[in-house]
């Protein structure tokens, strides 16, 4: 299983891009890369998955490298209902899928 | 249901006694995941089950830790004598797998609201 690693925390104020980085440097073949947000007492939730490139919806973009070693997840002009831990997983989604490990996650503190 | 359910919403209990949490999946979604929250801490890996499989039990920290699920409907998360460590949210997850149909939010994971266990 890729192990991810991401930053512990991060600020931002409102009205600013964010990004946030991802690194998985033993990323498989078949893994796809997802990202999550919390926000406390509640459970995470679905942002956006990618396996390569650029993907982009409605609330973020995802940008991957050629390698896919890492990923950066960036959320254009943040909000304060943007404070929310976010995390990377890394896993697969063929055919058995599998066990989903989440690493620490990044606090992101959105301040007016 | 129209998300995951989990319950009871919140546990208190003695030292020692059992507890049993249950999770009601999205349906149709053959994959589901229980995992464990400490307070301020990340989200630990309990057990994972797919379908009719034999479920990966890796993530369980003790014999006291159990879970059951019939099928790809509700699954229960027993802890037995219960401890003070064992205090946290417990978080249910429920996923579609991938076919040759439709890729699209497979393996993308849908919790509940979770539950959370306080051992006095």
């Known amino acids: 299983l890729a192990k991810t690693t991401q930053p512990i925390s991060m600020d931002s104020y409102e009205g600013q891009e964010v990004n946030i980085t991802c690194s998985h440097n033993?990323?498989?073949?078949?893994?796809?890369i997802t990202w999550y947000q919390q926000f406390p007492s509640q459970g995470p939730r679905f942002i956006i998955q990618?396996?390569?490139t650029k993907v982009t919806n409605e609330v973020a973009s995802l940008f991957i490298p050629a390698d896919r070693k890492s990923s950066t997840l960036s959320l254009p002009r943040v909000s304060l209902s943007d404070t929310a831990v976010y995390y990377c997983?890394?896993?697969?989604?063929?055919?058995?899928?599998?066990?989903?490990?989440f690493g620490q996650g990044t606090e992101l503190s959105v301040k007016p | 249901g129209a998300g995951v359910s989990q319950s009871p919403s919140n546990k208190v209990t003695e030292k020692g006694k059992d507890v049993e949490l249950r999770c009601d999946p999205i349906?149709?979604?053959?994959?589901l995941y229980w995992y464990r929250q400490r307070l301020g801490q990340g989200l630990e890996f309990l057990i994972y089950f797919q379908g009719n499989s034999a479920p990966d039990k890796s993530g369980l920290p003790s014999d006291r830790f159990s879970a059951e699920r019939t099928g790809e409907s509700v699954s229960t998360l027993t802890i037995q004598r219960t401890q003070q460590e064992d205090s946290a949210v417990y978080l249910c997850?429920?996923?579609?797998?991938?076919?040759?149909?439709?890729?699209?939010?497979?393996?993308?994971?849908?919790f509940g609201a979770g539950s959370r266990l306080t051992v006095l």
């Open positions: 997850a429920s996923s579609l797998l991938w076919s040759v149909t439709s890729n699209s939010g497979a393996n993308v994971l849908t």
């Open positions: 997983l890394v896993g697969p989604i063929y055919n058995q899928g599998g066990k989903l490990i």
């Open positions: 990618g396996y390569k």
């Open positions: 033993n990323i498989a073949t078949n893994d796809y």
């Open positions: 349906s149709g979604h053959t994959a």
